[in-house]
């Protein structure tokens, strides 16, 4: 085999090349060598000499370079390139193995480089073909595989996905509301998910089963569960998660079943589960490792446990204090009764802190328009409403803790106040000083302590506006319970002039002006203290009363429409509406509306003594006697409801029935005559002559000048044939000529004195002068049956029995 010598190196010595010419290299048998053709270098990709290459400079020049690249073996651009190194070398030379050398040209094809092999490099690029690194000449790819839709794999894909969303629409079926939707989309989750697991099971491993899905599809199962209040299977689902111990974390799932247990109030169990899912974290989750701690000192509170209680809500405060474990360390020290801990506790519970921005934040400190507007987005954004929220639930458990206090922490209440508000102002809840001065003005009047509330109340009227406004309020209200009216405007007025805006303030203004019967005027503060506070109640309650004091009902029926809209189930605002309709002439929607009156308050007689008379009204006496009765069973002492059932007896020929009605009305009015002749005539028209003729005897004894109970001892004594007839007739004679002389001198006083006419109270046996000596009652119109009783009575040969007083 022919030998090649090395080229020269470019930095060596001719000792070394004489040395290289007397080595001799074994030939290479094997001629079709696998490594031959990595050492040629082809001249095209040499960039050093293109500024000679010719025809390079005229493909920049034209478009003469959008043709396709040249594809000769050797370019004629490496002609003049010179032979400087072994890589630059274009003889073919060979290696000390007898091969061909890196960049060597053997059979007109250039061995590559090795080391500097191009991208996209293949051995046809330079037997002919173009440059391609992008493997574009090969066409486009061919189409992806179709999938097989019945491959147990694709089945089981489609599966999982199907119960995520199973789960993902029972999570969102329970934020809108919808518990039972996504109680019912969580059950069908499972049931599919153990059909998933089945095929699963079928195909691979059971170590391929995705736990994560089983584990997310009983959780959400469980929490369905007990938002249903499902309790028991709401457990027993977490107790299939918490006892697989293949599911990680799941020990912290013991919260959940303390807090079931808190809910079903078995205390001690939940306790005993919280206390295991608090081994089961770890301490650096801090925040709940605290909740946890709150909730057990929650339920020992709840078993009585105050001690273990105190010790949880301190652990507590020492690690992360917070507002409820605060209060909650002030309410148990307040049920064990120690004073010292109850102020000690309360001065932790105002070094709470907020963590929330000054209100100055909020206000703008120059004139920028951008900075304004920034200030004007925030001002009321979720985090601001978020800070607002903190903050009043901090007053509230702070105001709240101190009225508990107060009373029991020094030897009287007002000491107390006084030690809290001490506190108070020295905290960052300056403001809540004044409030607390307020609120033991309003404990001295749950005391029944009208001059020190005033007194103390008055101590406001040389501080800020706010807090003059809400003691003038007060004030206000103070002295129009006692009917001084003067003082209640006095200090209304002084309310409104301290805080224009404030809607209690108006409201008490409109009040006094009420009192003094200026409706309108009336209705204008109210209607200003709804556009200052839409949501004041009272002065929408106040301005329907006015309207219909001013007899425009369309308009207080709209009023009582919205208040009822806000306050479901107040009972005076159902009433009113009732009122309403029946004012307009409309029974059946007063009907409607007082049956909503009475499934609010079941027990109230007035309400059902008013649907008893409507229905009386519409002829309906079956439904009027059933609400009578009720009320009469409810309030037995309502004169108009014993009338009205003693009537009906009688209307209905049950007199014996009428009786007991008749009995207790002459129980509850001794003086009226009216009563005892109701239960004689009772007894009369029952056939019970004897009781009847007692019944009268006992009357005159009681009223000896009454003419109708004469009038019939006399026809029952001629019936009866007693000896008595001749005294009773001559009595009834006497009275009645007495009755005409009476007669005769008021008509000829009348006549003399041609003044008023005026009637004279007579006493209980003078029923034509009668007055009911508890006042003035209601006119009502007469029922059908009280006028077919007095016809019938009174036409029996004019001896009827006294039934109403004409």
């Known amino acids: 085999m022919e030998l090649f010598l090395l080229g020269f190196p470019q930095s060596g010595t001719w000792k070394e090349v004489q040395m290289m010419e007397n080595v001799r290299l074994t030939p290479e048998t094997d001629e079709d060598d696998l490594y031959s053709g990595y050492n040629d270098y082809n001249p095209t990709y040499d960039t050093k000499e293109l500024e000679n290459d010719t025809a390079f400079q005229q493909a920049v020049r034209t478009s003469h370079g959008r043709r396709p690249p040249i594809t000769a073996k050797i370019p004629s651009t490496a002609v003049t390139r010179p032979v400087a190194t072994g890589y630059g070398s274009k003889t073919s030379l060979a ?198 701690m709150r909730n057990i000192g929650v339920a020992f509170i709840k078993t009585g446990q105050y001690s273990d209680a105190i010790n949880s809500f301190e652990h507590i405060m020492s690690m992360a204090p917070n507002l409820k474990a605060g209060f909650n360390l002030t309410l148990s020290y307040f ?58 639930m901090a007053e509230k458990y702070i105001m709240t803790a101190a009225k508990l206090i107060a009373p029991v922490i020094e030897s009287s209440f007002a000491v107390g106040y006084d030690w809290c508000v001490e506190v108070v102002k020295a905290s960052q809840y300056v403001e809540l000083a004044n409030d607390l001065e307020i609120n033991k003005a309003i404990t001295y009047l749950r005391q029944k302590d009208f001059n020190e509330a005033v007194e103390t109340l008055k101590m406001f009227e040389k501080k800020d506006s706010r807090v003059k406004s809400a003691a003038a309020t007060n004030l206000s209200s103070l002295y129009y319970l006692k009917n001084e009216f003067a003082q209640a405007s006095s ?79 107040s009972a005076q605002v159902l009433y009113q509406i009732a009122n309403i309709y029946e004012l307009m002439e409309d029974p059946n929607q007063a009907i409607e509306w007082l049956m909503q009156l009475i499934s609010v308050v079941p027990t109230d007689s007035r309400a059902l003594s008013k649907l008893g008379e409507l229905y009386d009204s519409e002829g309906d006496k079956s439904q009027a006697f059933q609400y009578y009765y009720e009320s009469y069973r409810y309030f037995p ?59 009268y005897k006992d009357i005159h004894r009681k009223f000896p000048e009454n003419v109708e109970c004469l009038r019939f001892l006399v026809r029952l004594c001629t019936d009866i044939g ?39 109270e007579g006493s209980a046996g003078h029923d034509a002068s009668y007055v009911d000596p508890l006042g003035p009652q209601t006119e009502r119109p007469k029922t059908a049956a009280k006028k077919r009783a007095e016809e019938e009575d009174f036409a029996d040969e004019d001896l009827g029995d006294y039934l109403l007083p004409e």
């Open 95 to 292: 290696s000390s193995m007898g091969r061909p050398m890196t960049g060597a040209i053997q059979d007109g094809v250039t061995r590559p480089l090795t080391a500097v092999r191009a991208a996209g490099f293949t051995k046809a690029a330079f037997r002919g073909s173009a440059f391609d690194p992008l493997g574009q000449s090969r066409g486009p790819a061919p189409p992806l595989e179709t999938k097989n839709e019945d491959s147990p794999e694709e089945k089981i894909r489609q599966l999982e996905k199907k119960v995520n969303e199973l789960v993902e629409e029972s999570c969102i079926a329970n934020s809108c509301g919808d518990l039972k939707l996504a109680l019912e989309k969580a059950k069908d989750a499972g049931r599919m998910e153990r059909v998933l697991v089945r095929q699963r099971e079928q195909v691979t491993t059971p170590e391929n089963i995705n736990l994560d899905l089983t584990y997310s599809v009983l959780f959400n199962l469980a929490s369905q569960y007990s938002a249903n209040d499902m309790y028991a299977e709401a457990l027993n689902t977490y107790q299939v998660i918490v006892k697989n111990k293949i599911f990680s974390n799941a020990g912290r799932l013991k919260v959940n079943m303390g807090n079931i247990y808190l809910k079903q109030r078995n205390y001690s169990k939940a306790i005993k589960f919280y206390r295991m899912a608090l081994d089961q974290i770890p301490s650096i989750h801090k925040e709940m490792r605290i909740k946890i």
């Open 335 to 392: 049920a064990v009764g120690d004073r010292e801990k109850m102020k000690k506790a309360f001065q932790k519970l105002i070094a709470v802190p907020l963590e929330i921005d000054d209100d100055d934040k909020y206000i703008s400190p120059s004139d920028d328009t951008h900075t304004n507007l920034v200030i004007e987005a925030i001002k009321n954004d979720h985090l601001r409403q978020m800070e607002r929220e903190r903050k009043a």
């Open 491 to 569: 200090y209304a007025d002084l309310a409104v002039n301290s805080d224009r805006y404030n809607p209690s303030a108006l409201t008490n203004k409109g009040n006094t002006v009420f009192a003094n019967g200026d409706y309108e005027k009336a209705a204008e503060f109210y209607k200003e203290a709804l556009r200052n506070d839409s949501s004041c109640t009272e002065a929408l309650y106040n301005i329907g009363l006015t309207y219909k004091k001013l007899n425009r009902l369309d308009e207080a029926l709209d009023c009582f429409l919205k208040l009822h809209a806000i306050l479901r189930n």
């Open 637 to 695: 002492s309502n004169i108009d409801v014993i009338e009205w059932l003693g009537a009906y007896y009688i209307d209905t020929q049950f007199c014996e029935k009428a009786i007991q009605y008749f009995e207790r009305a002459s129980l509850i009015q001794p003086t009226q005559v009216k009563w005892k002749l109701m239960v004689a005539s009772c007894f009369r028209r029952s056939g019970n002559y004897q009781k009847a003729l007692d019944t």
């Open 722 to 760: 007693l000896k008595e007839v001749q005294e009773y007739a001559t009595k009834l004679k006497r009275l009645e000529k007495m009755k005409e002389i009476r007669e005769q001198r008021i008509k000829s006083g009348r006549d003399g004195s041609g003044g008023s006419r005026s009637k004279r």
